[in-house]
């Protein structure tokens, strides 16, 4: 009897704890992701969900959903952002490009030299600046809460040579996403953009349908596009693969300023996980790219000093032909040239 007494007790306090962290719970956020759990968007919403959760002592709950049960790509998820249906998503510039041209700005090749510089501009002023463009477009609905990373970096892959130099890419057929800028990009290289949908990208490749893509090594790997016939890599890193965090703006709005400082910490520790997740995920991807007999090729400062140059025509294309474009290209240039200099003044600390 003592012992069914206890047992019943202990269930008593139990649900009436339940009962009291569910009444404390004074706001909830959904967010998705269109991936899945093998993603750095998953990793970044985990990340995100812990951190908010705990740092607000369940005054916060956040719920998530992989993949399509909320929407089923970057229009419809940012409707759904717009109208409140959806309280987090995440998204590539070309998903975004439809509504927001100019977050085309992060496919601009080779501005950003490395990790170090395009984490110190993803981590300043101009998100704000791109934030703040996005909330006058959008009627002041959709909020960008942070850049992170969502596969590393951009590399020319295909299925028929070695690529050393802008010349080997020509009369190449390069997939690409539907936004104009990276099509653009492979025309100025001499190759030929196709619009392909992800999903179809691998049969695509191996019945050559298209030559080959600009992709990150943990994607090529993660789809198993080997398998189809990709076998050579080049590391020009043109573009970083950023990932766009957006938030229904009411909803941040909505909270005390307490919340939304525990909100926008949870954006910077998921930042911080989306940073680093490629860079540990990339070692065994190309570890195993090598091992099944692909050719990873490393360009020379000059063969990259070279791809540069044959791409620069874009960066005129982009403030001609994009509506914004003129104000982001010159806070992105501001940006990484004060990235650049400060870390400059680090290694002069820091190597004497």
């Not at 969502?150 to 690529?163: D, I, P």
């Amino acid at each position: 009897m003592l012992k069914g007494l206890t047992t019943a007790a202990l269930t008593a306090a139990l649900l009436a704890g339940s009962a009291i962290t569910a009444a404390a719970q004074d706001f909830t956020i959904r967010a998705t992701a269109n991936s899945n759990e093998n993603d750095e968007d998953y990793d970044g919403l985990v990340v995100f969900k812990n951190h908010v959760e705990n740092a607000s002592n369940g005054r916060i709950g956040v719920e998530l959903f992989i993949g399509t049960q909320l929407c089923s790509g970057g229009a419809e998820c940012l409707q759904g952002v717009a109208d409140g249906s959806i309280d987090v998503f995440v998204t590539t510039s070309g998903g975004a490009a439809g509504i927001f041209p100019y977050v085309q700005v992060l496919d601009l090749p080779y501005l950003m030299s490395d990790d170090r510089v395009a984490e110190h501009v993803l981590s300043g002023d101009f998100t704000r600046t791109m934030r703040d463009m996005a909330l006058e477009d959008s009627g002041d609905t959709i909020r960008i809460m942070t850049i992170g990373n969502t596969g590393g970096w951009r590399n020319f892959a295909n299925t028929q040579r070695r690529v050393a130099q802008p010349s080997d890419l020509e009369g190449l057929k390069i997939r690409t996403v539907v936004a104009d800028l990276p099509q653009e990009l492979v025309k100025v290289l001499g190759a030929s953009p196709t619009p392909i949908s992800w999903p179809e990208l691998f049969t695509s490749l191996q019945t050559g349908v298209v030559d080959g893509s600009k992709n990150g090594i943990t994607d090529i790997m993660g789809m198993k596009f080997p398998d189809a016939g990709l076998q050579y890599l080049t590391l020009d890193g043109h573009a970083y693969m950023g990932a766009i965090w957006v938030m229904n703006n009411e909803k941040f709005l909505s909270m005390p300023e307490d919340l939304r400082r525990v909100v926008v910490d949870g954006f910077a520790a998921l930042q911080q996980a989306t940073f680093a997740s490629p860079k540990r995920k990339s070692i065994q991807a190309y570890e195993e790219f090598v091992a099944g007999g692909g050719d990873l090729y490393v360009p020379t400062p000059e063969e990259k000093e070279a791809f540069r140059e044959a791409a620069s025509p874009v960066f005129d294309w982009f403030q001609e032909n994009v509506e914004g474009g003129p104000q982001i290209f010159e806070a992105l240039t501001t940006a990484v040239e004060e990235a650049e200099a400060d870390l400059a003044a680090e290694y002069e600390a820091d190597l004497n």
